[in-house]
């Protein structure tokens, strides 16, 4: 069964970078039937997807994250990974990674990642 | 950019059906899907391409698009169903809807 686990710093200071990582098991990360993303929550609101990357490579992003955000993948390691510069207060949030299913306009995510809570503050 | 719009909060009694909508424009031509979420918990999907549900997810939970909402709706909710739900299409890019807060009193 397919398992996603995210790993990183729980505080970063702004206007640092955040770097973070999901690694995947019980299925391979190079499948061309779906994709790898990153959705986030911040404390009491609802689901921001922020980007997703496809097995080649190919990355898709929310439009307002864009100029902050990298999403990459390392297949060796079976990990997927997101970078968040500039990042301020509003950036504090629980960050998960996610499968995504679907073709054709469907686009869901059917396996989720347990989170991780990223606070950022000076 | 695409939006979507959901009631923040649905009350309905142990046993009765509840319906949660989520609009968006011209939405009942693209996928619809839905998560829910409990407490500390990450989210699940429940529903997928408008009206499919993942292996198991029971059959009380079902799912409607047409025109500009879809809609979930649960029946014989159960107190186990308090959750929050959140709607989920493709516009350009991914959007949520901003969530609904299941009540089950």
């Known amino acids: 069964q397919l398992q996603l686990q995210e790993s990183g710093p729980g505080l970063v200071k702004p206007p640092e970078t955040l770097s973070l990582t999901c690694t995947v098991s019980?299925?391979?990360?190079?499948?061309?039937?779906?994709?790898w993303g990153w959705i986030r929550q911040p404390p009491g609101k609802g689901l921001e997807w922020i980007g997703s990357i496809y097995y080649s490579g190919s990355t898709y992003y929310n439009p307002s994250l864009k100029s902050r955000l990298t999403i990459s993948l390392d297949t060796s390691k079976s990990q997927f990974s997101l970078k968040l510069s500039s990042l301020t207060a509003a950036d504090t949030a629980v960050y998960y990674c996610?499968?995504?299913?679907?073709?054709?306009?469907?686009?869901?995510?059917?396996?989720w990642g347990q989170g991780t809570s990223v606070i950022v503050s000076s | 950019s695409y939006e979507l719009t959901q009631p923040p909060s649905v009350s309905v009694s142990p046993g009765q059906t509840a319906s949660i909508s989520c609009s968006g424009d011209k939405l009942g031509d693209k996928y619809a899907c839905w998560y829910q979420q409990k407490p500390g918990q990450s989210p699940v999907l429940i529903i997928y391409?408008?009206?499919k549900r993942p292996s198991g997810i029971p059959e009380r939970f079902s799912g409607s698009n047409s025109g500009n909402t879809a809609t979930l709706t649960i029946s014989g909710t159960q107190a186990m169903d308090e959750a929050d739900y959140y709607c989920q299409a493709w516009g350009t890019y991914v959007v949520f809807g901003g969530g609904t807060k299941l009540t089950v009193l």
């Open positions: 996610a499968k995504v299913s679907g073709s054709s306009g469907d686009y869901h995510m059917d396996v």
């Open positions: 019980g299925g391979s990360i190079t499948s061309s039937t779906y994709y």
């Open positions: 391409q408008d009206n």
